[in-house]
């Protein structure tokens, strides 16, 4: 298939790889631990895990599985909100297919819709507003959710809702913004991460001049990564060339698609509709200031909190789970006191074994049994 | 068809038991289905069964839409209850089939949905003998649904089982995977691509039959339906306890379902198929039934997909194209779509 199998190549794959080894043995490791990339995106994270990337790596590099995928980040109070949303009788409520599963304190948006709820998954907010259109007596909701790469396309269904005067559309925003969540990372303690896998998709929204405050302030490296096994490849190698040359720089790899400057048609409908929380709760993680995203007055009438009066309540994560270390880096999935035992795919107590994309779903579902297999 | 069901619609009427009852039985159903067991119209078909071990099964049909490339919910109907006759080693013989009518639903779809029916029913060499039909308010059901029931006779000497893999053994597809999933999912209205894909419906008996005039050293034969290639390769790991490893680049996926599930961030493996067999056979035995499956239409496609290793008990793995291994996992809950 055309641009997809070139960028799987395993003959190019081993020479990468090759490359890779040479350069690890060259590093020499801080305090004897292996060298530490994050992958800050979901999307990352799968494909490491889809292509076993993480098994042909040398043993003194390992990947920590970033807070990028958004399904796994999602606080239960929001999920929470959105049953409540969900319930009322007048009521489609709208979202993304991996969203439905997320649990609430009590249940999840599938459980809900079994119970006989209006829940609909859809591939593009722009559908939402055919729905709203098709239903002009109900009030139609889209759960908006996810980083910049989402953001544009929520950001045009409401700009078009005003437009087409669609009254019974409602966004429950939640998404959230990257870069103080990098920060957050960069900032906590015990934190021994060497450099990162910048996010493809994201950074082909806002460019790569937002990450400049990693190499400037924090001496990290992070490249621009694509998705294919090949980007993530040619990424590792670049930010390993960076660490053994003591440089700490913003590199784009994935340059067929990203921009310094980013996608400015993208942004512009983001200005337009939205404007940052001063706190947003993130599960796993706790309060990150200025990461969440709302509507801003210009289109208020649209927002389902003010609709709906929802309340920010913050419903904590079991004490067990330990999903804000294993985010961070500190700790191992499988070395959380309750992977694999209270905390599975079926019953996920915590945000990480709730999406596929989550680095203790992937674990689960990819990581057992291979260390015997490859025996 | 009759003219007098021209632009008619299913009533409650249909469903009471009384003329208009009989006049749909007679004038769709036998009339179509056209057999003397069917004809009797008795309580009960009364049939004659070769010798041999008696396979029964059944299955319901529900799919949306009711048309998709390559088939619909009668062809379905037909060949999904053969195919699970079939994969057990049986002759399939009979069929038996219930209708369950929503309030509403036109009545020429339905006489072109049994005509479909009897069309797979005829090329698997099976008959449909008796049946039932129920018609339910409108809002009661989604159009249609058809359960069938078939049974079959397994000649004597056929042993094949889901406990039946053994270390070495090879594991064979009839051909391409994931197309009936892929073109479920590219029919359905709110998606907005568009593939060349067709289902792969079909029936499976011959298939099954010519593998095992070559060889008698088939262990497993599995329907990979719901769930797919990874599902049923599971279901046989875990029952046989053994260790699978599929090799990536031996998958046979068309370039069009490839595309889908790149766009919708689905795993081919999973996906549904309805006229594709996973095979577990000795590995002396391997080549001979890829050729034997090659020669027929179902299986021209036909490949080795992997092999039963010396591993970790009821686990499947992949080889991927680089060399590194992952886990094949049975699927918590659907494949959703990922976000981003």
Partial sequence: MKFVDEYRNPTQAKKILKEIARLCSEITPKDNKPIQIM??????????????????????LEFVHGPGCPVCVLPRSVVDNCLHIAQHEDVIFTTFGDAMRVPGSSKSLLDLKAEGGDIRMVYSPLDVLAIAKKNPTKRVVFFGLGFETTMPSTALSVMQAQKERIDNFYLFCNHITIIPTIKAVLDSPGMR?????????????????????????????????????????????MILKQLKNGEAKIENQYSRLVYEEGNVSALSPIQEVFELREFFEWRGLGSINHSGIKINDKYSKFDAEKEFQLKQVTVVDPDVCQCGEVLKGVLKPWECKVFAKECTPETPLGALMTSTEGACSAHYSYGQNIDLINR | MDQKYQGKKITMAHGSGGKASSD?????????????????????????????KVALTTDSYVVSPLFFNGGNIGKLAITGTVNDLAVSGAKPLYLTCGFILEEGFPIETLDVIVKSMQEAAEEAGVKVVCGDTKVVEKGSADQIFINTAGVGVIPDGVEIHSTAARVGDKILVNGYIGDHGATIMQSRAELAISADIDSDCQVLNHLVEKILSVSSNVRSLRDATRGGVATVLNEIAKDSKVCMILKEQELPIRVPTRGVCEILGLDPLYLANEGTLVCVVKAEDAALVLAAMRQTKEGKNACIIGEVIDGPKGVVALETLFGGNKIIDKLTGDQLPRIC
Avoid at chain 2, 24 to 46: G, H, K, M
């Fill in chain 1, 193 to 237: 991460i060497d450099g990162f896998l910048g996010p493809g998709h994201v950074s082909l929204i806002i460019g790569t001049r937002p990450y400049d405050f990693i190499a400037d302030d924090y001496r990290k490296p992070l490249v621009a990564a694509g998705f294919e096994p090949l980007d993530i490849l040619q990424s590792v190698w």
């Fill in chain 1, 39 to 60: 992958e800050v995106c979901g999307g990352h994270t799968h494909s490491i895990f889809r292509y076993g990337l993480n098994q042909l790596l040398p043993d003194n």
């Fill in chain 2, 24 to 52: 749909l039985i007679s004038d769709i159903f036998v009339a179509t289905f056209n057999n003397d067991f069917l004809a009797l119209l008795e309580d009960q078909a009364r049939l004659d069964m070769p010798p041999g």
